[in-house]
């Protein structure tokens, strides 16, 4: 089955028709990122869209292709809607928070929107607290909700790829 063209509403789009090839080939630890509407320096009316980096190693594997999409489409999705979460850090998070790069050392709802988009996918996140899990599962509902009014073409593309027991 082929990739989804969209992600929550979100176009997917190569690292080529964005113009960030050079980019993401000289930062192969970025796995890809959220662009358009003025996120990660893109210009603010560039149309919102997810991108993976085809240079980043775990970008080979669909499965964690689609996590990275569904992240960075939760990202875009709550920058749209001016979400700002406003659960305290555990501490587990705010030593992790030493750890990462980037807005996320500097800017609370940044980091905040990151750990509520990787629960959403079940990516590691040190010390989820009962609020964050909570905060999670209503961004989640919404984003399903997107997916199912476009005609699930994300829960066709897990299911086909978990149902051949295949990752790439």
């Given amino acids: ?14 690292a080529k028709e964005l113009g960030l090839d050079e980019f993401f080939r000289t930062r192969p630890d970025v796995a890809g990122m ?6 990660n320096g893109s210009p603010l009316m560039a149309p919102r ?3 993976s980096n085809p240079y980043n190693p775990s970008q080979s ?3 964690q292709r689609a996590g990275l999409y ?7 999705s709550m920058s749209q809607d001016k ?11 705010q030593a992790w928070r030493g750890q990462l790069v980037g807005p996320y050392q500097s800017n609370d709802s940044a980091l905040k929107q990151s750990i509520l988009s990787r629960i959403l996918v079940g990516d590691a996140v040190p010390g989820i607290t009962a609020r964050q899990q909570v905060e999670a599962d209503s961004l989640s509902k919404k984003l399903w909700k997107k997916d199912s009014e476009s005609g699930h073409p994300l829960q066709q593309y897990l299911s086909a790829l978990v149902g051949a027991g295949t990752s790439n």
């Fill in 70 to 76: 569904m992240i960075e489409a939760a990202r875009h």
């Fill in 34 to 39: 959220a662009w358009g509407g003025g996120e």
């Fill in 49 to 51: 869209s997810v991108v």
């Fill in 61 to 63: 594997n669909a499965l």
């Fill in 83 to 93: 979400y700002k979460p406003d659960f305290p850090l555990s501490q587990e998070q």
């Fill in 1 to 14: 089955m082929a990739e989804p063209t969209s992600i929550f509403g979100y176009p997917i789009k190569t």
